[in-house]
Nanobody
Framework: QVQLVESGGGLVQAGGSLRLSCAAS????????MGWFRQAPGKEREFVAI????????YYADSVKGRFTVSRDNAKNTVYLQMNSLKPEDTAVYSC????????????????WGQGTQVTVSS
């Protein structure tokens, strides 16, 4: 099992940047594919970015491609989401998630979830 705790959310103006972190417990972090997802009020949770267990492969939603960067440090059991050029439509609760297996962007494919961190982008 793995426990996940996100941090780094907050309020930022449009065009600004935030860096989210997700700290994982356990000694098997490097075996998990990690994902970032978000849920805006009244909307379903959606995929944002995923990264393979080694960090060698990444995949992004079209809506964030070129603006967001996912990375991980397996020595620190942490995955990051660097968010640049933020837009009001990026406002949501951002959650990290873990799965044992290949890259997959489906919400239902992930077994472990953090509690989420709020990101609010003002116009």
């Amino acid at each position: 099992q793995v426990q996940l705790v996100e941090s780094g959310g907050g309020l930022v103006q449009a065009g600004g940047s935030l860096r989210l972190s997700c700290a994982a417990s356990g000694r098997t972090f490097s075996t998990y594919t990690m994902g970032w997802f978000r849920q805006a009020p009244g909307k379903e949770r959606e995929f944002v970015a995923i990264i393979s267990n080694s960090g060698g492969s990444t995949y992004y939603a079209d809506s964030v491609k070129g603006r967001f960067t996912v990375s991980r440090d397996n020595a620190k059991n942490t995955v990051y989401l660097q968010m640049n050029s933020l837009k009001p439509e990026d406002t949501a609760v951002y959650s990290c998630a873990a799965r044992f297996g290949a890259l997959w962007n489906a919400v239902t494919a992930y077994d472990y979830w953090g509690q989420g961190t709020q990101v609010t982008v003002s116009s």
